[in-house]
């Protein structure tokens, strides 16, 4: 704890000489897509660092000392909010930066599935203020930049002028990318999904996709027998083509599932980084929409 301490001081005073120096603005974010986004509107003006990889589980993430002192260095950090990254509220205690700005990034967002009863843990990792894989419809896209540009602006207003400019940038060539969307959005329209886990109702409202049922019975919730039968009868029934993972999902359950029914599993992305070449959110948008329309891994 000592040697932890000891870092922590030297990292407040390489902070403080850095800062004096007119350096740009220490950013932190939970996940790799805020990361994308916060560059995009601040550009050179901020350094940006994501605790969270893209091929992680967003819901649970180990709080080490090297993300203490991220934060600790930090003038604003980003986060997805609605209950998501909890995790992120024990690594701020612990950098001890009274300085920080934290931003709730989905204070914009009109949320989906917002429980009308009370969520305890009967119900699984059910979130109180909604489904919080808000960032997954492009259409909420303008929110979440318009949140992080506000941030920016009130940070360093002398920059308002770039970030206003680089935000309108990234959103007109963000919404450039739905040419290319489009034949996948064609093809998967009304197609019926069956999905790991619920990370994608943002996501199906905007491909037009069905997403009949989960292998999760309840979020976090392994499947039991009777869920498995279950599935294996919707399949069937339903002539259902896609079972869909997320990357860090065990592939068993799944791919038994498939066995057994001439299914397909394919594996879609939730953050940037979820996959090779899923380098950005316009291509971890268009990998998903490719996967679902064509059922290939």
């Not at 800062?19 to 790799?32: D, R, S």
């Not at 917002?114 to 909604?130: E, S, T, Y």
């Amino acid at each position: 704890m000592r040697y932890f301490r000891f870092f922590l001081h030297a990292a407040a005073a390489v902070l403080i000489v850095h800062a004096g120096a007119g350096a740009a603005i220490n950013v932190v974010t939970t996940t790799p897509d805020l990361a994308e986004f916060v560059r995009a509107v601040g550009g050179d003006q901020v350094e940006v660092y994501s605790i969270n990889r893209g091929d992680r589980d967003p819901h649970y993430v180990e709080v080490r000392p090297s993300y203490m002192l991220k934060v600790r260095q930090a003038d604003i950090l980003f986060k997805i909010g609605m209950e998501l990254d909890l995790w992120i509220d024990g690594i701020i205690d612990g950098s001890r930066n009274s300085e920080l700005r934290v931003i709730d990034c989905s204070e914009r967002i009109v949320p989906l599935e917002v429980p009308g009863f009370k969520a305890d843990a009967r119900h699984g990792d059910l979130h109180r203020f909604g489904n919080p894989h808000y960032w997954l419809d492009p259409d909420n896209v303008p929110f979440i930049i318009e949140t992080i540009t506000q941030a920016l602006d009130e940070f360093d207003p002398e920059h308002a002028t770039m970030y206003a400019e680089n935000a309108s940038a990234y959103l007109d060539a963000l919404h450039k990318h739905r040419e290319a969307w489009a034949p996948y959005l064609e093809q998967v329209r009304d197609k019926k999904i069956i999905f790991y886990h619920n990370t994608w109702p943002y996501f199906t409202k905007f491909a037009g996709l069905v997403a009949v049922e989960h292998v999760e019975p309840k979020p976090g919730i392994p499947p039991s027998p009777g869920h498995l039968r279950h599935l294996l009868e919707t399949i069937d029934a339903g002539h259902i083509e896609i079972i869909a993972v997320e990357p860090y999902f065990d592939l068993k359950v799944p791919r038994m599932l498939a066995e057994k029914t001439g299914a397909k599993v394919v594996v879609v992305c939730p953050s940037v980084g979820g996959a090779p070449g899923v380098d950005s959110y316009a291509a971890m948008i268009e990998h998903n929409l490719r996967v679902l329309a064509g059922g290939t891994l």
